[in-house]
């Protein structure tokens, strides 16, 4: 088994928040990018539908069902980017205002660490329990990863999405008579 290099805390904590700026970042532009991406793709679809009557000379009958059908994966895939980018965001924000927020001076971390696994619901809880454990064992860094991890995420999520829009063109493309 390899054994970590042991950092000093305030390097921990300080790449903790390298990685929650980069997450929260790279979330909000894959957001814009989804967003983006929906809404070209929404037009497109409601252009064809709005004018049935003129498109449907010009397209195979299955290929506006099979246009809808790809559109609402893509809105999944959207809305799984779009939750995840909700998470990483908020938990951001929470670490820079509690950032702001003086350490009580005799504060016993156990507990404090205890009263916020009791304040979140199963199956978040396993998280939470996972990342206090690192905490006590001096990883500030933790939380960090874990919403880089989140954001990676939300990138495949993206990326799964830009997959079902191209194969929507492609389905456009062959679904247009000649």
Sequence with gaps: METKPSIPASDSAYIGQVLMAMAECTSAGLSKFSGWMLVGYAAILGTLLANLDSASKFLASDTLSRLAILFSIAVFFSLLQ???????????????KVKEQPIPPNMDIVVFLSELERATLWPARLM???SNRKLL??????????????????????????????????VLACGLRG
Excluded: M, N
Aim: charged content about 15%; proline content about 0%.
């Design 137 to 170: 064992a001096g990883d500030f860094a933790a939380g960090g990863r874990l919403l880089s991890t989140f954001a990676q995420i939300e990138a495949w999520l993206v990326f799964a999405q830009v997959l079902v829009s191209v194969a929507a063109t492609l």
């Design 128 to 130: 939470v329990r996972r």
């Design 82 to 96: 779009r939750y995840s980018a909700a998470v990483v965001s908020s938990r951001a924000e929470v670490g820079k």
